[in-house]
């Protein structure tokens, strides 16, 4: 059984479009990410959630939304497109906000054209 | 603010050299620090960890103490193999915090 769960893997898409990417957690942790993973291999916390609110919002344009259904689930919708989004997403939880480690899914990396 | 600093890479080893990437962080209070491993298209695993002053966190073969005099982590192994080579990052979280801070990555190559 994966942990962390993240669909789809690969999306490739044209700019200007809409796109989500679905995370869910099997491990009955109270709190979710997402990061979002640069060419060079940076990584940069987006969101956060815990227990379905959200804690974390790092500046990030407006077209990214995140919706949190339950405290398994983090889903992140991408508004209009640009080249500049082309990125691996990945989504995290961990038990808690406080300590601890993060476990993260195996990424959706997203291409825009 | 929190941070952390590693070393540039890429860095590239022989089979069985001795490996040392470097860490040291900024944060206020006493956070707990984290090696994670990201193999080619792969998400990041955790590899150690250590959440005091002087705690040894060792996985694989690595190893990295919480040297909190010099706020370094830094991450060694006496042997590498092929199968280490992948993307590692050193990353803190402070305690009581929500977001866990990365670095920014070293490459590691090890060659046959």
């Known amino acids: 059984d994966t942990a962390v769960s993240q669909t789809p893997k690969y999306l490739v898409t044209q700019m200007g479009n809409d796109k989500s990417i679905k995370c869910e957690q099997n491990?009955?942790?109270?709190?979710m990410y997402w990061y979002k993973q640069d060419s060079k291999k940076f990584l940069k916390i987006m969101f956060s959630?815990?227990?379905?609110?959200?804690?974390i919002n790092e500046t990030v344009p407006n077209r990214f939304s995140p919706k949190s259904p339950d405290k398994a689930h983090l889903n992140l919708h991408i508004n209009s497109l640009e080249l500049g989004d082309s990125a691996v997403y990945f989504c995290?939880?961990?038990?808690?906000?406080?300590?601890?480690?993060?476990?993260f899914g195996e990424g959706s990396r997203l291409t825009v054209l | 603010g929190n941070s952390v600093t590693q070393m540039e890479g890429p860095v590239t080893l022989s089979e069985e050299a001795f490996l040392t990437i470097n860490c040291t962080y900024t944060?206020?209070?006493?956070?707990?620090l984290f090696w994670y491993v990201q193999y080619p298209g792969e998400g990041l695993q955790l590899l150690l960890k250590?959440?005091?002053?002087?705690d040894k966190g060792s996985n694989k073969g690595f190893e990295a103490t919480y040297r909190k005099e010099t706020t370094s982590f830094h991450l060694e192994k006496g042997s590498v193999q092929v199968s280490d080579s992948a993307v590692y990052f050193c990353?803190?979280?402070?305690?009581?915090?929500?977001?866990?801070?990365f670095g920014a990555g070293t490459r590691l190559t090890v060659k046959p």
């Open positions: 995290a939880s961990s038990q808690d906000t406080r300590t601890g480690e993060l476990f």
């Open positions: 491990l009955g942790h109270d709190t």
């Open positions: 959630y815990n227990n379905k609110e959200l804690i």
């Open positions: 944060a206020t209070g006493y956070p707990s």
């Open positions: 250590a959440t005091k002053a002087d």
């Open positions: 990353a803190l979280r402070r305690n009581n915090n929500n977001d866990m801070r």
